[in-house]
Every structure is written in structure tokens, then in C-alpha cells.
């Protein structure tokens, strides 16, 4: 789960790494507002959006006057980065940079540890810098079990500064990161930049993190900041039926009991030449009002034009799933192709209910596999 910049920054004030001052704005007047409540001359006026790279996009500008905060705040509000419409602006005082670094701890799959990352060349574009000049990344792997002792952190700490000023600073500020790492589950906490100031002290001028979605429950703090994509909000919906969904973007809708067929009729799909819509895992029973709600959600994805349902009936009766899926389709009105495919208890039972009725049925798993892309194609 992603959080804004300004979450994030809350976040860092609480566990004592230092942010910059500044205030979420929903309109332009009230940017002036918190300009004026500042008290600087110079201030920054970003975008706050579940995406990075805003500076780049137009989406980070400074002022120097309460006009000039106003007219920043009427073009970025509204405006829209990489899909995503900027309905917030943080105003906060803009600071004097001497110099700018990257700082991240995120989890790594390869050392199967929080790995810390580290840069002299933060900035705007840190994934140029991973491509062009990877050397110039360093990395720390941090053994969960001991965490950040202080020798670690005075390594990060040397490994970014030359001068002794800064490491003072960076050493406690690195335990302090990977402490609201570590508390609040998050998968990633990433300061670009971290700026030294030209008084030299140190300010954490970007956040972001997102935490782990699993551990949520147990951080309300966090859980309350989840703002869904229209795609997310329909994953969400569907765990909350007892499914598991999630869009691919594809054209055939998927309908499977058992998150392992599922995988397997994604494959088969692939393998055929199609492109599965989605992955759905409707679990074990066959009820009508499942496969209602099943299918409502698959339709409600305009890019379907086919259905294919694959299900293995093993306590769960085909000849059940079968009379289950007449009823529901009573309900569900879609002139969309419709595929299925049963095996199992009482296969037989099941496809002779489905004959002569609108569903194209398939005899094994790849027959209905190719059924499926055939129609999905129009051929
Ligand atoms: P991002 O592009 O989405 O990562 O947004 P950032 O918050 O990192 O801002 C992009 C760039 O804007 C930074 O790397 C800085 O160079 C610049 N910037 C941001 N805040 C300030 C500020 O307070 N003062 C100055 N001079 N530059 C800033
Ligand atoms: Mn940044």
C-alpha cells in the first residue's frame, strides 16, 4: 500500500527523522494560507500522487511571493501525472540545498533481508543513476535479527559523508528509519533527497514508503491512509465476497475454484494465444449467488468479450456447479461467450445439464482453453 509524501513525512516526524515544514493544501487558497502560516519568502508547492518522478513531470515548483504560491497552486492542482489526478499540494518551506543524496531501506528478496541503498547522486532520477552508474549505489544488508546497531549505521553514515557534521546526523537518522521501517511493516521507506543544507544539517525533503498490504491489520495508523485505484478498490470488493481477484488487463474472464487451476488456466490461455483478463479464485463452493457475484464483477471489466470457467469438482459436485451456474445465469444477462469446462465428481452429469443450453462447454482443459481464445479473437 502506497501513502502520499506528506504521509510519509508524518511518519518520519513521529519516529525523529527530520522533514522540512509543510502543509497539505486542497485549494489554491488555502496554499496561501499555509504560505502565509510558514512565514518564509521562498516556498515549495508539489503535487502529492502515488507517483514518483513529480518534478520532472511539472509537479514541483517554488514561490516567492503569495501570488506566486497561488498561481503554482492553480497549475498543479488538477494536473496529471502519469494518470493520476493531483487533488492535494504540499506547501512547504523551501530549503537551501548544498548537496543532495539518496537513502532507502527496502526488503530484498535476494538477501531475503532489509537491504539499505544508498547514493552521493540523489536527486530526481535515481533509476539513471542504477542504470548508467550502479557502482555508485552502495548496499547494506541489514540481519533483522540484530537490526541497525550503531556500527552499522555509522557505516551507512561514512559510506554517504566525508565530514564528520553530517555523520553525526545521518547515524541517528538511519537507526530511526529503519526503526519506523521495521514498527510499522513497511516494505520501503526512500528519502531522494536527502538534503545537507548550507548550514549543513541534515533534511529529509521527499518520503515514501508503502508497507506491506498482509500487515495492515495490525496498523490501523497506516490502513486508514489506503486511497485505491478504481482497480484496487475492485480487488478490495472481491476479498471482501471471499474471492481472490486480480485484473490483468486481458480480454477473457477467468471464473476458477482453487488458486493453482487458476494459475494453470492463465498459462493455458497464454499458451493459446489469448490474454487472460484476469486472475479469480472463487473458492470451494458452487453456489448460485457466488457465481452471480463472480460474474457481475468479471462484467463489470469492459475489456472481456469471453467468459471461461474452469472447475474441478472434487468435494463440490459438477453436476451441483452445473444446476448452480443455470441458476446464476438466470440472473446475469451478458450475450458474452461462455465457456465451460467441469471435471471431476459427476463430470458427466454436469456437461449433459449444460447441453443445448448457451454455453460452449469443453471436454478437457485445453479444449476449452483454445474454445475460449478462439472466441475471444472472433475467429
Ligand atoms: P519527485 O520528483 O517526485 O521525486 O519530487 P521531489 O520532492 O524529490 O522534488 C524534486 C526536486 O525538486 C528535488 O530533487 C529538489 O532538487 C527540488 N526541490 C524540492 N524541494 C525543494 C526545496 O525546498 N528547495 C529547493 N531549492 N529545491 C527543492
Ligand atoms: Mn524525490
Redesign the pocket.
Known sequence: MKVH?YQAKAFFAQYGVPV?RSVVCKTPDEAVEAYEKLGVD???V??QVH???????G??K?GTSAAEIRSRAEAILGMNIKGFTVDRVLV??????AS?YYVSILVDRKSKCPLMMLSRE???DIEQVARETPEKIEKIVIDPLVGMTDFLAREAAFRLFDDMAQVKQAVPLFKNLYRLFIEKDASLAEI??L?KLKDGSLKA????MTFDDNALFRHPDVAELFEPTAEERKEHEAKEKGFSYVNLGGEIGCMVNGAGLAMATMDMIKLYGGEPANFLDIGGSSNPEKIVEAMKLLLSDKHVNTVLINIFGGITRCDDVAKGLLEAFKVVETDIPIVIRLTGTNEEEGRKLLEGTQFHVGTSMADAGRKAVKLSLGK
Open positions: 509524501e522540512d521562498k516556498a515549495v508539489k503535487a507517483t514518483g518522478g513529480r518534478g520532472k513531470a509537479g514541483v517554488l512547504g518551506e523551501a530549503v537551501d540545498i543532495e540523489g536527486g530526481m531522494n533527497p538534503v525533503i521527499d518520503a515514501k
